[in-house]
């Protein structure tokens, strides 16, 4: 009796069932061979980097503990982790200010060893910096350091560094700074 009713609906819809089953084992598939996108499973395509540091950037910071034998030295540091946008803002406004901190780094920050507090932020300034984008990106930088009185000392990339000199420029950058916050 019930093949009676459901044999002929079932032998009509039974291809259009095995094409849908068909689709679906492909589409099973093809997203595995992507990865699994979408499928909820986690996977970690990373890789370790061969350094923290370029060449020049490791090179450079050599020279600069050097320089600064009495700081500690921190590299790749967020710009959001050295100022915080000021309180009291209109929501929008504040979210606006650290959208516009929170994916930017800092090339080297100089520190006091036991309290912590940023002395000096360090950029090395190579070709790539000659771009419309890193100058913008830049001047973000400059306006955030400077509103929040953290000084800024800019090198250019060379092949080779002075210690002394590099020395020098430090505590010029910092000098003034640590007067006006007297």
Known sequence: MI??????ALRQVAPLLVFFALALGALAV???????????????????RAGLFSEAEARFLRVLREAAPDLDVFG?????????????LPKSEWLAARNRIKSRHLD???VEPDST??????ELDDASH?????????????????AAGVPLLRVPARGSYDASELR???????????AAAD
Do not use: Q
């Open 3 to 8: 093949d009676d009713i459901f044999g002929p």
């Open 30 to 48: 093809f997203k595995a061979r992507l990865g699994g996108a979408g499928s909820g499973a986690v996977g970690f395509p990373y890789a370790r």
């Open 76 to 88: 790749k540091v967020r710009l959001e982790d050295v100022v915080a946008v000021k309180k009291g």
């Open 108 to 110: 080297f920050v100089l």
């Open 117 to 122: 507090r940023v002395v000096c932020v360090v």
């Open 130 to 146: 000659a771009s419309e984008r890193a100058r913008r990106s830049d001047a973000v930088k400059d306006g955030a350091l400077a």
């Open 168 to 178: 020098r420029r430090v505590e010029a950058a910092v000098i003034p700074a640590e």
